[in-house]
């Protein structure tokens, strides 16, 4: 797999495959291969349920609608355990949000070469599949979260009740305003922080694992032979890392924003 390897140091190698297809400079630079397989994801996700829809029968219905239904019913139910107000928003969420983090997450199943290989035939240098192991787009969804608990927050209490909440909590008393601020807010920041981090760090360690992994097949038939091996053990491993991080997202998503829309008045 790590053909294109053999006129590359090893250093080049893992330097070359963690190395984003990019346009523009700095601040204003876009990852175009994240941005590309973000929305190809989407769009997949996006057509498989509208062609279960479509098709849908209150008869017996197929294995593949028969699934979804299953899906459905599961964040639903997900949804109500967590959310105590209308889910007319936060299910279809919840939906959304597992799913297409689950989509993303699985183009790190696909081996390390293949993709690179065929973009560089069509003349790209870099290319970077999965989405979930930039930064850039996990910290993006972890800020739409971000918004969607100050909206929750205001829709459940008021702007009013948003201001008291991070003035007037955890101590009751205007002379402790600055201080009550200070710790709500930097309790408020750390869930979007810590919710893009904990996707990236987990795609990238395995993303960066398949890549090592890969550069044994540069080697004699012994080492190669056991990089096969390796392969396949961490790829069945990374199955269950790829569903658990789309549920931990979704699941956080939802429980972040029922904090906010249930959180007591202080």
């Known amino acids: 797999m790590a053909a294109e390897g053999s006129s590359q140091t090893s250093i080049e190698y893992i330097q070359h495959h963690l190395s984003f297809l990019t346009h523009g400079d700095g601040f204003w630079s876009v990852n175009l291969d994240s941005l590309f397989f973000s929305l190809l994801t989407g769009i997949l996700f996006l057509f498989i349920f509208r062609k279960v829809a479509k098709k849908a029968t209150s008869g017996v219905p197929g294995k593949f609608q028969c699934a979804v239904e299953m899906l459905v019913e599961w964040i639903d139910g997900v949804a109500r355990e967590n959310f105590h107000g209308s889910r007319e ?20 199943l696909i081996p390390v070469d293949y993709l690179p290989q065929i973009a560089h035939a069509l003349g790209f240098e870099y290319l970077r599949a999965v989405p979930t192991a930039d930064m850039n787009v996990t910290f993006g969804m972890s800020i739409a979260v971000f918004f969607l608990i100050i909206i929750y927050t205001v829709k459940s209490k008021g702007f009013g009740g948003l201001v008291k ?6 101590f009751n008393h205007p002379l402790f305003i600055p201080v009550n601020f200070l710790l709500e807010t930097v309790t408020l920041l750390a869930k979007p922080v810590s919710l893009g981090l904990r996707l990236f760090g987990n795609l990238y360690a395995g993303e960066l694992i398949f890549i090592l992994i890969a550069l ?9 032979g056991l990089g096969i ?15 658990l991080q789309a549920f931990i997202f979704m699941m956080l998503t939802i429980v972040y924003i029922s904090i906010a829309y249930n959180k007591a008045e202080h």
């Open 165 to 170: 909440e991070y003035t007037m909590h955890p």
């Open 89 to 108: 928003f936060i299910g279809p969420l919840g939906l959304t949000v597992f799913v297409w983090v689950l989509l993303m997450n699985t183009v790190d």
């Open 229 to 243: 091996g390796l392969h396949l053990a961490w790829a069945i491993f990374h199955i269950l890392v790829v569903v």
């Open 216 to 224: 044994t097949y540069s080697a004699n038939y012994l080492v190669g």
